[in-house]
């Protein structure tokens, strides 16, 4: 019997989450609290899925430390406690939640902009003083008023469609959407943010954190607002610059602002947010509701559940995501893909390439093939690189070995249903092509650089280039019989009599290097590989 999955829970991920797993026979799963690093990196070296929250980081000694490891879950949106490159290097696969915790997070900035607008949390710490100074807390309708939203994911449309009942006009900043999806959602649509940003009375940000968008709210864009903005951020630390924000709270020039998130947190005890009286902070709270908590522990132990038993993956920050029925439909492909680029690595072998691609045809290029093309990759990659390499961090290898990497979808039409192609061009221009099909349930190579003939992808394959003339092929067979190398299925392929020729031998012995070196003293071989898949 095959031996169990193992799996790690941490930092109190919902019960109800760990029970769709632990629901499987085939997984044991173990639950601790929250770890620091060093006694992270003892449990996790026999562990083949890990499931985190917040509070445990998961970095390159960890990553490193982990033997089995095959996905981290991160129950959540952001994944800013997992080295994801680290995991990507080490072929693990790094997936969240991004829509477990949409309601909970639009909820809290709703409530943070209310708070914002009439001074609530101020007010309230006024009377547990034993005040009673109405006058100090007049607040502002956001009836009539302008919100202004920078990035219109599904936490920003969320609020929208929010501000609106409450009779806001909502103005939108994001690079990616698309103008009718815009207008669907009843929102202006600006290509710059510098327009929107003077028309706005209040502003909340929800965008990613790269490198693109960190300090996207800083002193030029901040001096920029109409003065008395108010600014809500529940999204990310690190998007508003925070020591020109403390400044412009401090001039008045942002009224006030509403965080949920910063780049430090904890927030340190000197930071000068906390000398802000117009600034409201909570400690992270935007998916802190037990709705969300339970909603995405669920969800990242269903999709840890399903990469671990069916291979699909949906929810990925480091490849594409590929649902249970696509897989099902791309699975054969996969397998093909594969070897397809085994046989290209290795007829490769010994050229520094400079460029792989894979190609589609027919039908297969209906169904997102990305990780088809990276099946393919890494079976071009296994010849050099070995066992290392796998989906996950097939491009990040490529990209250290200086290939470019490409796919493409081709418009012609071809002689098959659906066909793939791998083709690899080494840095001097010589050029290795390995096209692939089905016939029925069974996969086929179908062309080998260029030249049509049908095998089976599997064994040892004798592969000659040679010149056509009568009597090749049965001295090759001469001489492999002599060695007792039995020949299981033969392929020839030629453009034309008396060109060059291609033949494929299916072979149930691999050949030694005596064999190869007698068949390539002929002067009409032109070339000798044996390739094994």
Known sequence: MAAPFRILVLDGVSSRGVSVLSEVPSFEVVESKSL????LVEKIRDV???????????GVAALEAANRLKVVGRAGVGVDNVDVDAATRRGVVVMNTPGGNTVS????????????????PQAHASVKAGEWDRKSFQGTEINNKTLGIIGMGRIGSEVARRAIAFGMRVLAYDPYLALAKARSLQVELFEDLRDMLPQCDFLTLHMPLTAETKGILSRGSLALCRKGVRIVNCARGGLADEADLAEALKSGQVGGAAFDVFEAEPLPADHPFRSCPNMIMTPHLGASTAEAQESVGIEIAESIRELLLTGSVRNAVNMPNVDARTMAALRPYLDLAAKLGLVAGQLSAGERCGSVSVSYAGKIKEHDTSAVSRAALKGFLRHAIGGDVNEVNVLHHASNLGIQFSEAKLGEEVEYTELVTVRAQADGGKTVEVSGSYYGNAPRIVRINGQNLETRPEGVLLILENRDRPGIVGWVGTILGRHQVNIAHMSLGRSAPGSSALSVLSLDSLPDAAVLQEIGGDPDIIAVRVVQL
């Open 36 to 39: 620091k690093e060093a006694e």
């Open 48 to 58: 083949d899925a890990l499931v985190v929250r917040s509070q445990t980081k998961v």
């Open 105 to 120: 997070t639009a909820e809290h900035t709703f409530s943070m902009l209310l708070a914002l607008a009439r001074h609530i």
